[in-house]
């Protein structure tokens, strides 16, 4: 088998399994399970080793801890722990892009935003979301570690081509952006933490999109895989409405991830890249997650998960804005700066 298709059926079969043994085991988020399957196993390669699985779990261990201790101050003293906040997710997402600790980056922000927030309601549900956390990262790569004799990479791989590394000034843009796109959805979760919660994850996957550097390719990659998210959502809901099991649940999983991850490793050519397809089926696995709970709880499905799907789009929206009004703000500074410069020299 060709190792394009192997990388296909490895992730594929990966967040399928994750997602059945996430709704199997008990777990109150099992979405969670998919979703870092999907963010930690797309990248080709082998396994994570134990003592890399280790370190990564003491890694999310302690930055949620973080945002455990925001949480009395941010209690007793609002405007002060928004401002540390803030702070916090600029620093976050420096890492991510400056650094390229992606994985580092993206943990930070998830413990500083998401703990804090769910804190903010009560202890037990932002221990609930930590144990959740540990629980589905460590799922995730035990399920890669099932797969992945059936799938391997060649014995002699590529090593891909390190990236450039982004200049100061364009890795403190991107970091400032993804600041203001995190900020306000955690700022509305504030006022409904149990609600609002999915829209953080949203927001933290928007805001680590630090290839997207113009409004063209926000509107393209943002909008475009939030949009193209919610059809996949509402399709996927309506075939598991035919036979509503764990079963049927598992295979439209796999089947979708095979049309999704046939575009993220070339196997069928599109105009998209392969973080716009990551962040389709990371943003309709956010979605399902809470429909499937709410069908599970009795409530309005079809209700809740509209109300969910306008609130993802507009805070995608926001993005794109944030990213066109940056982007527009910073041409005209440096239209003003090298005008400045050119009438000193005269």
Known sequence: MHIQARRVFRLSLTVALSLALGYVLPMALPFLAPVFAVILCATPGPPMRLKALIGLTLLVAISPSI????????????????????????FSAYLTVNLGKGLVGMFLTVGIALISAAGTVSDQLATTVIKDLLFGIGLAIICQWVVYPWFPEDAVAKVPPKTKATGAEQSSWIAMRSTLIVLPAYLLALTNPTMYLAIIMKSVSL?????????????????????????????????????????????LMLSCMVFVAARIYGVVPSRYPASFWINVVVTMLILLGPAVQDSANGKDVMSAFAVRLGLFIAVTLYAWLAVYLLERWRKRRDHYVSHGARAMEV
């Open 67 to 90: 945002g455990v201790l925001l949480i009395p101050l941010l209690l007793q003293y609002p405007v002060s722990a928004l401002m540390i906040i803030t702070v916090g997710l600029f």
């Open 207 to 251: 805001s680590q999109q630090s290839s997207v550097v113009d409004a063209r390719s926000a509107g393209r990659e943002l909008v475009g895989s939030t949009f193209l998210a919610g059809v996949f959502s509402v399709l996927f809901w309506m075939l598991l409405s035919i036979l509503p099991n764990l079963w049927m649940f598992f295979w």
